[in-house]
């Protein structure tokens, strides 16, 4: 029995209609962001702050479901388990998308397969922040004391396999020097020590040094971006002197893989229609953060360009998770 070309035509036509309704009748629901990090913390702020706005855009509630623990593990496997129906956001980031692949060797998602990537939301570099007493100005200087003393400058960073952690391995790497890491079990003690010149240096998160460094208890070096940080123009960026040098935390949406590309686009144009205005970007900056919004297509890319450059630096380092 012969098929009907028309009476296919006509079936793939109202499928396609049917589908296109779906997407324009989504979200018909509350949207779930989970945020694999205790509430207060840098992304727990950068997620509620984005919340009102993003739900005014997509005329539904967003509620925020924190699931911390075990280096952001256990919020990421639930939003890489979640159906891929656009209900559920994952806010993830620089730690939980790139450096746990290569921390953790049994990583209960794959970062790259069992997500979708939607956008960067904000980009924070760390500040090298120095204490007063250590014989150093900024970054060219620092280079040349530790190739004269090898080992001797000491870098406090919140934990093994940290992005203050890694900052120093990469500036090491490019650098051609030797600086001594110490590890914290968190940000805090590690400031606390900086502060009291138990440490030398720290390539601490924005809000935790600039207002040391404003009032003159702390010193900065230099910026961990390739360019300045709007938060602080005057400070040098370390990529200014280190060819190649740059690295910084961001937080980032994820949806889990399979969700329809008109789905992915809906809650994109949402995203970026928020992180881009005046109202919000204010409220960022004021953490040391600054909005990014690339596209689904720019953040894929941008992905595995690094989990190409991170993978060889961390095994060649022989950096473990604690």
Not at 49 to 64: C, D, R
Not at 130 to 158: C, D, M, Q, W
């Amino acid at each position: 029995m012969r098929s009907n070309p028309c009476a296919w035509t006509v079936g793939a036509l109202s499928v396609l209609a049917v589908a296109g309704a779906a997407a324009q009748a989504y979200p018909s629901k509350p949207v779930r962001f989970i945020v694999p990090f205790a509430a207060g913390g840098s992304a727990d702020i950068v997620a509620r702050v984005l919340a009102p706005k993003l739900g005014e855009q997509l005329g539904q509630q967003i509620v925020i479901d924190n699931r911390p623990g075990a280096s952001a593990i256990i919020g990421v496997e639930a939003g890489a388990k979640a159906p891929p129906d656009g209900y559920t956001v994952t806010l993830g980031g620089f730690s939980s998308h790139v450096i746990n692949a290569f921390l953790f060797p049994k990583l209960p998602y794959d970062p790259l397969r069992d997500f979708v990537a939607i956008t960067v939301l904000t980009r924070i570099p760390n500040v090298l922040s120095a204490h007063p007493s250590v014989p150093v100005k900024n970054i060219r200087e620092l280079i040349a004391f530790a190739k004269a003393h090898p080992g001797e400058i000491t870098y406090a960073s919140s934990g093994s396999g940290s992005s203050q952690h890694l900052s120093g391995v990469l500036l090491q790497k490019l650098a051609s020097i030797s600086i001594t890491h110490v590890p914290y079990r968190s940000g805090a003690p590690a400031v606390t020590d900086l502060l009291g010149g138990h440490v030398a240096t720290m390539f601490a998160t924005m809000p935790a040094a600039v207002p040391h460094i404003r009032s003159g208890r702390l010193r900065a070096l230099g910026v961990t971006s390739a360019t300045r940080s709007p938060a602080m123009p005057a400070v040098s960026s370390i990529g200014e002197t280190v060819k190649g040098y740059d690295i910084a935390t961001y937080y980032s949406a994820h949806v889990p893989a399979g969700t329809s590309k008109e789905i992915v686009a809906r809650l994109y144009a949402a995203f970026a229609k928020v992180l881009l205005t005046p109202e919000i970007k204010e409220k960022l900056a004021a953490d040391g953060a600054e909005a990014v919004a690339n596209t689904p297509e720019e953040f894929a890319v941008q992905l595995r360009a690094e989990h190409a450059r991170w993978g060889p630096l961390i095994r060649e380092s022989g950096v473990r998770a604690e």
